[in-house]
């Protein structure tokens, strides 16, 4: 069970989220395996919404610790986005930070091209962290 909510005045978002509300248990008295409960926040500011370039920035962070396979996790993220060309090309760019544990830090790029309204080819990349995070990847995404 997952849950959240998000706000919305002008050109500020609020948003928060909790997943595995009731740790779900998936394993055995021999192995157990329980998907712990993970809490998020976030905040994004949109300049156009108050006349300025299509230009986004967001900052959001882990709530709580939650263990994995390896090691203890609370990140924190930030990242910007910016739309160009009447928003046809869209370059966004971030960073992660795990505050705990191993305290492994990524960095991401990515792109965004419009074909046209509602149809966007996607890449991105990512470098740092631990290896089971990096890596790039290629999509198509639909939208209404």
Do not use: H
């Amino acid at each position: 069970l997952d849950a959240g909510l998000m706000a919305v005045a002008g050109p500020v978002r609020l948003g928060a989220v909790m997943r595995n509300i009731r740790k779900p248990d998936f394993g055995t008295d021999v192995a157990p395996f329980v998907l712990p409960r993970q809490a998020r926040v976030g905040a994004a500011i949109d300049t156009e919404q108050v006349g300025g370039p299509p230009f986004i920035f967001a900052i959001d962070a882990d709530v709580m610790t939650y263990a994995t396979g390896t090691g203890d996790r609370r990140v924190v993220a930030l990242g910007a986005e910016q739309w160009l060309w009447t928003k046809r090309i869209g370059v966004r760019g971030g960073a992660r930070f795990n505050t705990v544990g191993a305290k492994e830090r990524a960095a991401t790029v990515g792109s965004s091209v419009a074909m046209r309204n509602g149809l966007y080819l996607e890449g991105y990349i990512v470098r740092g962290g631990s290896e089971a995070e990096r890596g790039w990847g290629l999509g198509a995404r639909v939208s209404f």
